[in-house]
């Protein structure tokens, strides 16, 4: 008999600004240098690295389990782990959308997000603030805040 889902909260956020603009972004390219008539050598590489960056980052998934806030962007070539025992609180905010999207430092933390403007802050006992954008603000901040209260309650 398989073993039930231990995790507590799992959700893969679309990036659905990302997409557009990569996808813009490719097609200006190939329109471009289509009409110039240029080589394709010249212009190939450009696809190539929009086409990586957009695999990379065409989403955002945030696992949590009784160990750890798991992040992975995209097809999972960048990711990192927050260790719940580093977390002290979490948050919701609401970025100016002159924060952006993807890794970005915002004077108060790292921030971690792929569409929207809404987050959930970690504070951390050790390297201040951390920002993961969401779709789910309410979700993630009662999962989170559940698991480090279950963490403190052992």
Known sequence: MPEPNTTPYDHTQPGTVTRVV??????MICVFWWNVSAPLFTWLPFVVVMALALLCFHSLNVRLDEHAVHLRFGIGLIRRSIPLETIVDATPVRNSWLAGFGIRYIGRGWMWNVSGLDAIRIDRT?????????????ALEAAINAAISKRADV
């Open 126 to 138: 050790k390297g201040g603030s951390f920002f993961i954008g969401t779709d789910e603000p309410a």
């Open 22 to 27: 990569f996808l813009v972004a490719v097609t």
